[in-house]
């Protein structure tokens, strides 16, 4: 006589994985906190580059507080309020 297997039929079929909710969501959720923690800079240096044609590497950014920038470069300097929605706008 066989012993008796412990695992029932439905218990011994293949097993599926079932990832948790956060274990889905977390990456993106990883990934906008990183955009929102990069802040405006890019964004300033694209806008100096289309405006003034200044390479990007070439943009010196100083903060004035709140959401101003002083964006220095190739013999230009602008102000620059930023703020931020689904990524970083900012304007003159």
Not at 17 to 28: E, M, Q
């Amino acid at each position: 006589m066989r012993p008796a297997n412990p695992m029932t039929r439905a218990e011994s079929g293949p097993r599926r994985s079932v990832l948790h909710p956060i274990a889905v969501l977390a990456p993106a959720i990883l990934a906008l906190g990183a955009c929102a923690m990069l802040g405006p800079e890019t964004t300033l240096r694209q806008q100096m580059r289309a405006l003034h044609g200044c390479p990007e590497d070439q943009v010196k950014i100083t903060s004035l507080g709140g959401s101003r920038y002083q964006v220095e470069g190739c013999g230009s300097t602008e102000t620059f309020v930023c703020g931020q929605t689904d990524g970083w706008v900012c304007n003159r």
